[in-house]
């Protein structure tokens, strides 16, 4: 009896708790399912008049102001090797030298027939002052004087050619042929070396059809690249193409100073920051505030401790603000932190 009696108190005790816990599954289902759910967290800011500078940053590619690609001008074997790869060679520096034995033996036969002709030129000349020679006798010594002085000058360029020369002042980025290698000349040259004026650079990007009427020639701009964060180079537009391409973005140029300790090499990837039009007293909230794409922007507006979603439409968009057209008021307050974390009609705390 006793037993009985100590089975039904336990099946009681357990009753009672699985009653208390289905009444208070209930309870909660009901409070959670009345609109306004448990208090959560969240970072804000006022939506407010404030002048918003429009900003644009672009990714372009570096190239040198000057790319040379050197070439022979003459035929024969490289007897002289004056450069390598990272050297920095002066406008008119002889990087090569070619065989010139023959070159320099016909040069000095024809500047001795030049300087012949030119005396016998010289004294026709005076001969016929004194009437002792021909007007016809005085042309053909003119002639000769003319012949033997544009095989001089063709000589003399020839032996000039032996000596490969760079036309820029910049740093060699590669060399095409060594001591002993054979080089040709026209009309098949051989390419020897290229050379790369970097003093300035030329930084070449693509702006899309909304922007490229922001963006003029002589404009300013601020130049930046990972590979000195810290540093900002400062170039001016120096040409807008007046023609799209298939992808509807227009290419522009841009000209800087290279800086002669941190200088920019061609082939890096550089970041321009376009400075345009200054948009006066317009209504702006932090870009951290909105929640899905740009095209069809939301925030969470909060009003009495209760977070609403709100649907806005906006305008220019800086690094930290985004211009509001409509839908927010100055003054109203946005979530910009936590927002993840609620849906419409949560209520919130405001972190101080």
Do not use: C, W
């Amino acid at each position: 009896m006793k037993k009985m009696k100590l089975v039904l108190l336990v099946s009681g005790i357990f009753a009672a708790i699985i009653l208390v816990l289905f009444m208070n599954k209930q309870k909660l289902s009901s409070y959670s399912a009345g609109g306004i759910k448990e208090i959560y967290y969240v970072s804000v800011a006022k939506a407010e008049k404030k002048n918003l500078t429009n900003t644009l940053s672009l990714v372009g590619i570096v190239f040198a102001n000057n790319d040379v690609n050197i070439i022979s001008e003459t035929a024969g074997k490289i007897t002289a090797v004056y450069t390598k790869v990272g050297d920095y060679k002066k406008a008119g520096s002889v990087l090569f030298q070619v065989d010139d034995e023959l070159k320099q033996a016909a040069f000095k036969n024809a500047e001795a027939n030049y300087e012949k002709a030119k005396k016998d030129y010289d004294r026709s000349k005076e001969l016929f002052e004194q009437k002792s020679l021909t007007e016809s006798q005085l042309d053909l010594s003119k002639l000769a004087f003319v012949n033997a002085e544009t095989q001089y000058i063709v000589a003399k360029r020839q032996l000039e050619d032996t000596k490969i020369k760079t036309p820029i002042s910049g740093y060699i980025t590669a060399k095409y042929v060594d001591l002993g290698s054979m080089v040709q000349g026209a009309p098949q040259p051989t390419l020897v070396a290229n050379i790369v004026d970097i003093s300035k650079v030329k930084v070449k990007l693509n702006v899309s059809e909304n922007d490229i009427f922001n963006v003029k020639q002589g404009q300013k701009v601020e130049i930046t690249s990972d590979a000195y964060p810290n540093i900002i180079f400062f170039g001016t537009i120096t040409s807008v193409s007046a023609k799209g391409d298939e992808a509807h973005t227009f290419p522009i140029e841009i000209s800087a100073e290279n800086h002669p300790n941190t200088q920019l090499k061609a082939g890096m990837f550089a970041k321009v920051n376009f400075n345009l039009q200054e948009k006066n007293e317009t209504t702006v909230i932090p870009r951290a505030s909105i929640i899905g794409s740009v095209k069809k922007p939301q925030v969470f507006v909060v009003e009495n401790g209760i977070a609403k979603i709100r649907s806005i439409k906006v305008g220019q968009i800086s690094e930290t603000d985004i211009q509001v057209l409509s839908g927010i008021n100055p003054g109203e307050v946005v979530v910009v932190n936590g927002q993840n974390n609620i849906t419409d009609n949560t209520k919130v705390e405001i972190l101080k």
